[in-house]
């Protein structure tokens, strides 16, 4: 567990459910998109982790991270 | 203990409501407390009361002929019920109406409501709107029984009630207390079928069900089964 925690970045967290990540930053439902999840209009949002997440897609933990960052930080605009 | 008449805004029916008006309902207004499980209505008896639910929850069902019972919705704080008697002549109550926990709600006359209804075009079209989404919603549950798996009903009213009422645990799965009796009536199915189900679930290590608490393990596999993903 202990190597995950390397993967928080300075406002990110993979604790952070889908639900915070999307009402803080609503531009990020293009990353869970894009990694073709189905976390867009799910009941479960306020339960799931992005950690979570990226185990029950079996999407990559940083990559993950790096693409929401990426929308969080303003970087792709949509 | 009597409520602020301004709380009553929050009933979507009264949300365009003047003060005065808001009021005269809750001057109009019967206090009345029952306790978990015990009754504000049963089917059948006369709607002469429309109520607010002002604490706690409470269920609306109908029981068939060889009695078994079919929820129809959960009533939570600050939604109206049984007013049913305000539209029309005689009517009486389609449904019984049960509190899931110790409930208050206030109880004011049908006929009342009836009376302000002709000087106050505003209650008419709210109470359109009301009668509206309920419509819209039973078409859309008539359209998940026609035509929806049983096992897929099961896992959308699991979902419907955890995003409501579940409760993470430390290890990340979710708990939900409600019984097997609640989830067949909610989906339209027996309670053999639920516990066919759930065990068939129990095995593929989805859930964990108890006699009134389902622990849900893999949350994303129960979403699976709800919206026919691929998994």
Known sequence: MLYLK??????LHIQLTVEDVLKNWPQTYSVFK???????????????????VAEAYQISLPDLITDLEKYVKGINQI | MPIDPMNLRKVSVFQNATENDLKLISQHAIE???EDGEFFFFQGD????????????????QTTTTGQQVNLRTISEWQMFGALGAVRENATYPATAQAMENSTALAVKSDYL?????????LSVELMKLMTSYIQEMQERYRELATEKVER????????????????TTDGSIELTFTRQDLAEMSGT?????????SEWERQGLVEAGRERVLI???????????????
């Open chain 2, 217 to 231: 393990r893999k949350p994303h596999g129960v979403v699976a089964i709800a919206e026919e993903l691929n998994q």
């Open chain 2, 190 to 198: 027996t309670l053999y079928t639920v516990s066919r189900v759930l």
């Open chain 2, 114 to 122: 009836k009376e302000l209804m002709q000087t106050r075009p505003y």
């Open chain 2, 153 to 168: 009903r099961i896992a959308r009213v699991l979902l419907r009630l955890t995003a409501q009422m579940g409760v993470k």
């Open chain 1, 34 to 52: 894009s990694h073709n999840t189905d976390c867009i209009g799910c009941l479960l949002q306020r339960f799931c982790s992005i950690q979570e």
């Open chain 2, 46 to 61: 006369p709607a002469e009361y429309f109520y607010v639910l002002i604490s706690g929850r409470a269920k609306l069902m």
């Open chain 1, 6 to 11: 390397g993967m928080n970045t300075e406002i």
């Open chain 2, 32 to 34: 009345r407390s029952v």
